[in-house]
């Protein structure tokens, strides 16, 4: 069985071990070492990673006892059976999750001990640590007791214990949940504070967590998930915080207390001007439609007549607003307007209130030339055109149905 130096001490960071067992995986190599400081992924702590001889650790994993190191090598590496490899624990990345783990050993503890609100599961992301709580919703008020207590619980500079125990000797422990395991049970204690059954790697004093903060919640199954910033995590989550906010300052020249109410102001008056576009918009296309009409129109009133315009680079609030206002007037024509940007080419076709429209021949003469996709419901049929190529084809195709 592999000795477990992780367990042992958490801070080692170089190791050296025999190979006793290799597997070849394509560009992968699955290797089996007599002893290992890499943490396997469990407990919702993810794996260590590092370098076995110079190769990428990517995942280490245990099943039945057998911790798995997944590395970066090809078969050809100079890896076998019986060789003794060096090997070095990326100590960023497991401080980081030892913080997590910790961290969110504090965070439970607080729900428990400050509102009696247990813990139903936890994810130790890469940008979060999630704690999710029986609970159907947290006031503003107790979030803030939470992270207060959690927070006291670093400055208080507790000790981190560790034992390892069975069914029977659990008796003596005041866990803040039940376990399942029967035997070679690890505990992790934190004196008067919480206890509780976790295979993770720790850190060994609670001030090493450093800091925590709450940054959001969210409903869930009936429970409310909280995600949170923990240690160096933390500390950089302030200090991103801290140059955005000096930032704003500079740019609204407010201080910061001022800057909710600068930035309502703001949305307020650019929701106002949005309003303002929008109907300088709608009048301008009802006119642009007028123009349009009047140039295209005929001296046979018997048969609606055709506007084709193309647009270069127009916007799509535009082509709305000109759909919808050709839509309403009391025209007898068929519009096709096309309209090229850098993104697509798109199609819109309008009948007005007084003509009539087949736009299954309209679809199957026109629209098929272009490969066009879409559709709609009269008065309007909006799409995206696939083939922008053929657009010339597509005109002459469209002014010979006119004219038949």
């Not at 070849?24 to 396997?40: G, M, R, S």
């Not at 204690?189 to 720790?202: M, S, T, W």
Request: charged fraction near 30%; glycine fraction near 4%; include cysteine.
């Amino acid at each position: 069985m592999t000795e477990l130096l992780y367990y042992q001490d958490s801070s080692i960071e170089e190791f050296s071990a025999e190979v006793i067992s290799l597997k070849k995986d394509k560009k992968k190599l699955i290797v089996e070492l007599d002893k290992t400081a890499f943490y396997p992924e469990g407990g919702g702590q993810p794996a260590d990673t590092g370098i076995i001889n110079n190769f990428q650790v990517i995942d280490v994993q245990k099943k039945d006892g057998i911790i798995s190191h997944t590395i970066k090598a090809s078969s050809e590496s100079d890896l076998n059976i019986g060789s003794i490899v060096n090997c070095k624990i990326d100590m960023l990345h497991r401080l980081d999750y030892m913080q997590q783990h910790t961290g969110q050993h504090l965070i439970s503890a607080a729900f428990f001990r400050t509102e009696e609100i247990n813990t139903v599961s936890v994810n130790q992301g890469e940008e979060f640590t999630s704690v999710e709580v029986a609970t159907p919703e947290l006031s503003k008020e107790q979030i803030e007791n939470i992270e207060k207590k959690a927070n006291e619980y670093i400055s208080d500079s507790i000790s981190i214990n560790t034992a390892w125990t069975d069914e029977e000797g659990l008796g003596k422990y005041n866990l803040r949940r039940p376990t399942k395991h029967k035997e070679g049970i690890r505990i992790v204690d934190i004196p008067e504070i919480d206890c509780v059954a976790c295979g993770g790697v720790h850190l060994s004093n609670t001030s090493e967590t450093r800091l925590i903060k709450f940054i959001y919640q969210e409903k869930i199954r009936g429970n409310t998930r909280t995600f949170w910033k923990i240690g160096e995590r933390a500390y950089k989550d302030y200090e991103e915080k801290t140059n955005v906010i000096n930032q704003l300052n500079n740019q609204f020249s407010a201080r910061q207390f001022e800057l909710p109410e600068k930035a309502k102001a703001l949305i307020e008056q650019n929701n106002n001007l949005k309003y303002k576009y929008k109907q300088l918009e709608d009048n301008y296309a009802s006119l642009e439609a007028d123009s349009l009409y009047e140039e295209n129109t005929g001296n046979n009133d018997e048969h609606p007549c055709l506007i084709l315009k193309i647009f270069s680079n127009e916007e799509k609030s535009f082509i709305t607003s000109l759909a919808k206002a050709f839509s309403e007037k009391d025209f007898n024509a068929v519009i096709v307007l096309f309209n090229k940007t850098e993104q697509n080419v798109t199609w819109t076709t309008i009948c007005t209130k007084d003509s009539i429209f087949d736009y299954e021949t309209f679809k199957k003469e026109v629209l098929s030339v272009i490969d066009a996709k879409g559709g709609g419901r009269s008065p309007i049929w909006q799409g995206i055109v696939k083939k922008p190529e053929e657009l010339e084809t597509a005109e002459n195709k469209l002014k010979e149905l006119f004219q038949s």
